[in-house]
C-alpha cells in the first residue's frame, strides 16, 4: 500500500506529466514501492529534485488556494525533505 503523502504527490505530478522528468519520477512512484518520503527523496536525482520542487511550489499554492489544508500538509511533508 502506498503511503498516503506520496499517494498525493503522485496525483499531483499526474498534472505534470508533459515533462519528461515529472513523468519519470510519476512513473518511478507506480513502479517502486517506498515505505515512505523519505525514502522516496533519496531516490532521487538532482535534476528530479529541482523538477519536484518546482511542481510541489505550484501544487502547494494551488491547494492553499483551493483551501485544501491536508493536501497542503501532506505536499509539504515532501517539500521540506527536498531541502
Do not use: P, W
Not at 496525483?11 to 513523468?23: F, T
Not at 513502479?31 to 529534485?49: G, I, P, R, T
Not at 500538509?73 to 527536498?82: A, F, R
Amino acid at each position: 500500500m502506498m503511503d498516503r503523502t506520496l499517494g498525493y504527490l503522485r496525483e499531483s505530478l499526474s498534472n505534470h506529466l508533459e515533462h519528461d522528468v515529472c513523468r519519470g519520477i510519476y512513473k518511478k512512484l507506480q513502479v517502486k514501492h517506498y515505505a515512505n518520503e523519505s525514502e522516496f527523496v533519496k531516490d532521487l536525482n538532482d535534476l528530479e529534485m529541482d523538477a519536484l520542487n518546482q511542481v510541489l511550489e505550484k501544487e502547494i499554492k494551488y491547494a492553499e488556494n483551493e483551501q485544501d489544508e491536508k493536501r497542503t500538509m501532506e505536499l509539504n511533508e515532501v517539500y521540506e525533505l527536498l531541502f
